[in-house]
């Protein structure tokens, strides 16, 4: 067996067991169960079918569609899949930022603190809205490429032309109603975060679900600026993977304006869905515990 294809299928297979422990639907862990048995008896290497034919290549392989040959095409191009970071705890933000050409590690450390960037979206925002000016080192032909590779990351445009459509604010919000609701009631697995967890305890949960046929993952934030501000129960990441690629959005409670002591989407608050923190006062956590 080619060494590149069994390294695919053995991340693929652990993606398939994490997500079951997870408690993510059976069609969903079937899938990648499916795509790793058949990557491990294809007969070509798929580094050269991606080099040759893309990802259409990829999707050569049976059982294997859009979404798992896009994971794929990660797993190629990058050496890692940041889906399987994030169903092992593993994901940080520096590492995230770092992964976008022009900004290497001690870079990505200085938007992270200086700037409290923590996400793809946080970061193509602040590369058009000038706070990128504000650090040594951006000039423009920086930040042009920068610019043009996360339009290209997020996966904004199909190859149809047509923009890919964002959840409603209002199906965000009611995932993290989910989210929290079952973290509090203790119905979800937990895993061990390796960022900011010393002893290994497994005490981040995590959410599988689906709207409208759009999947979800949801897990509290724990990033440096959440522990920092006593806020890994109250602010919660929520990552999509559809037919476009993965979207990542942060709902937390407002503190100031009129919006205050709601949940909102961070980015998003002027689009007028907001949920009133009574519902949440209900789950027991709309407060720091």
Known sequence: MNAINRRIAGRLEEAADLL????????RVNAYRRAAAAVRT???ALDQEFRSRGVEGLERVPGVGPSIARAMRELLTRGRLP???????AADPETVLASVPGIGRRLAERLHVELGIHTLEELETAAHDGRLDTLAGFGRK??????DSLAQRLGRVRPDGAPTPEPSVAELLDVDREYREKAHRGELPVIAPRRFNRGREAWLPVLHTERRGRRYTALFSNTARAHQLDRTRDWVVIYTDDAGSDHQYTVITAERGRRRGCRIVVGRENEGAMLPMGAADATGLGAQP
Do not use: H, K, Y
């Open 142 to 147: 920086r930040l042009g490429g920068i610019q």
């Open 42 to 44: 294809w007969p070509e």
């Open 20 to 27: 079951q422990t997870q408690g993510a639907d059976r069609f």
């Open 83 to 89: 889906m399987l970071d994030r169903l092992r705890g």
